[in-house]
């Protein structure tokens, strides 16, 4: 399956990946309605990390062994066998947050508004490259096939 | 310090129905021209910081952002320009020589543009050069006055001993640019697109970067008057050497490369300490003749046992041709010539501005100099100083030129905005800067294919140009004038550029 690939050295802390993720899960999907309009806003799926010169875009990597699907209680968080993504089905979720314990990668946020749910990265379900990948204007995230690059398992060790 | 009577250059105007104070604009600006209230939950600006570089326009997602110049007026004066006004209010307040980046950018005369191409019709053919075979290879290098040939055992072979060649596919070369005043990334899109042009990238003054020697046939290796860089590995590892006497932007005076732009790569790859000021003399120490000129290239020519070209670089001056003559009689293999519009990292701007002759003019005396002295074959010309596209290539080339340099385009391929900051070592796009928040914003990947779409498509309308005048060689135009004509331009012009009015047959 293809999976996001973060180049950090080449990742210049914009966030535009940010903004477009905010877009991509707004209501209307227009960048001006969905931060202007929208209420309430749209949560960005990723996080870019910064310190000092060094910055990346973090999103969920979709492990090959999830901890967080191991960890949910309702079986909101899933595999997708078609996609090979992990997604979680918000209305299932109960919001216990147990999936973002156990995340080794931090990439689980918690939406409170509304009908609380873990909200993260879908890969752009549906879309042929996330909006993410496409908007990076630096070219730091790539979106390739996951054998150009060792797998790593949640742990974070390359299998 | 009391007021600055120093105006903003620029008015950013934001279009508040599309901002959505994302912020992006204030992340990518190093001048700090945006700042984000997060009270009002809204980003201003501070336009007395904005360089017009336009980062924060380009990478705007809702393109809310414009860049525009101030429309502030004074009375109208033809004298008293504005900028000669801003000029005066700046030294009053610093007492200081005034900086600037990139290559001159006053109204002088620009004969590129006075210049017009020739094509086939009716009397002799056109040729298609998608259908048939075009010729840009470029051998650079002296060439023998004459050639002969003798009996091998695989046929008739080559008798003559050809001194050193520099075999490229396109007479498209990347000017010199130093590490130091340019990021290495920068340097790193110039070499790899050298490499997939099969071209060349030349080192500047500021020699070769340990992890740039794989690009080392790829590359020519300055030596400047500070001697930054030079030593036996990097005299092995480039394809040429080019002593560098002057250039364009600055003729007659040095190079300062600010002790901050030093960083611990800098300074092992100049071989000066970190963080302190490298610099460039005026002149070269020793040389003080063509004789002593002569030395050095012999010198160089020892080192690298004469199997590489050794070239020199002069900025276009008044005694050009006669200069050349000189260097050509010293034992150069090329000679590069640098015009009035050559672009830096750091000049004086009353230089830059007021010092020099343009290229072509420059160009079309040395040429006809050379020729007229039965010597123009012992040296291969090289033309610098703002070719902005292929049709100034065609020209200069036409002018007699073998090859050009390109160095402001170069930059503008990989995202300049030739806003002329350069000095500040505070680039936005990432390339005139050791800020390693800034280097990273130069992808290497994106840098250099940048670079290589701009000399595949500048030597495709080449193509194209050759074809219509039905000439399948670029060696069929390399001064060939007849296929120029001038327009607008005075006798003395047109007789020092060699070319005839447009409409004389």
Known sequence: MKRIY???????????????CQVQHSQSKKIIKAFKEEDPRAMPRLLVEEEGPLSFAMQCRHCEEPRCVEACITGAMHHDETSGAILCDEDKCVGCWMCIMVCPFGAIRRNMVGHKAASKCDLCYGEKMPVCVAHCPNEALTFVEATASPRRNAKGNSE | MGLTLLTPEFRIDRDQERCIACQVCVRQCANDSHVYDSEDDRVYSDETRCVGCHRCVTLCPTHAVTVRANPLDFRTNANWTP????????????????????????????????????????????????????????????????????????????????????????????????????????????????????????????????????????????????????????????????????????????????????????????????????????????????????????????????????????????????????????????????????????????????????????????????????????????????????????????????????????????????????????????????????????NPSIGSRRLANLVRAWSLEIKEMLGGMGVNAIESLRGNRDALRGVGLNEVELRTLGVKAAGEA
């Not at chain 2, 040939?149 to 520099?166: F, H, I, R, W």
């Not at chain 2, 033309?383 to 170069?410: E, P, Q, W």
């Not at chain 2, 300049?416 to 928040?437: F, L, M, S």
Request: hydrophobic share 40%; glycine share 10%.
């Open chain 2, 83 to 442: 900028q000669k006004l801003a000029s005066i209010y700046k030294q009053a307040e610093t007492g200081g020589i005034l900086l600037t980046g990139m290559g001159c950018d006053q109204p002088y005369p620009i004969y590129f543009d006075c210049l017009l191409l020739n094509a086939s019709q009716v009397t002799n053919p056109s040729i298609d050069p998608l259908r048939e075979p075009m010729e840009l290879r470029t051998y650079l290098g002296r060439k023998p006055d004459q050639v002969e040939l003798e009996e091998g055992p695989d046929g008739v072979q080559l008798k003559t001993q050809m001194a050193p060649q520099l075999t490229l596919d396109t007479p498209i070369l990347f000017s010199a640019m130093s590490y130091g005043s340019i990021s290495y990334n920068a340097c790193l899109s110039l070499a790899q697109a050298a490499r997939a042009c099969n071209t060349l990238c030349n080192t500047g003054e500021g020699g070769l970067h340990s992890s740039l020697y794989e690009y080392g046939p790829n590359t020519i290796g300055q030596v400047a008057s500070g001697r930054f860089g030079v030593h036996p590995d990097y005299l092995g590892a480039v394809a040429a050497l080019e002593i560098k006497i002057g250039q364009g932007a600055k003729p007659g005076i040095g190079g300062h490369l600010p002790g901050e732009k030093v960083t611990a790569d800098v300074s092992r790859t100049r071989m000066i300490p970190a963080g302190t000021d490298a610099l460039s003399p005026a002149p070269h120490h020793d040389i003080y003749s063509i004789e002593d000129l002569r030395q050095l290239i012999y010198a160089l020519k020892e080192a690298t046992n004469y199997v590489k070209p050794v070239g020199v670089k002069i900025a276009a001056v008044h005694n050009v041709a006669p200069i050349a003559s000189g260097i050509a009689r010293a034992g150069a293999d090329y000679i590069a010539i640098d015009g009035l519009r050559g672009g830096t990292g750091a000049a004086p701007t009353i230089i830059r501005n007021s010092v020099g002759i343009p290229i072509e003019v420059a160009i079309a005396a040395v040429d006809t100099r050379l020729r007229e002295e039965g010597i123009r074959n012992q040296v291969s010309l090289l033309a610098a100083g703002s070719i902005r596209n292929s049709g100034d290539v065609v020209k200069i080339i036409a002018l007699g030129a073998d090859a050009v340099y390109i160095g402001t385009a170069a930059l503008v391929a990989m995202g300049c905005h030739v806003c002329q900051k350069c000095y500040t070592g505070k680039c936005n796009w990432g390339i005139a800067t050791q800020d390693p928040n800034l280097t990273k914003r130069l």
């Open chain 1, 6 to 20: 973060v180049n950090e050295e080449y990742c210049i802390a914009c966030r535009l990946c940010e903004i477009h």
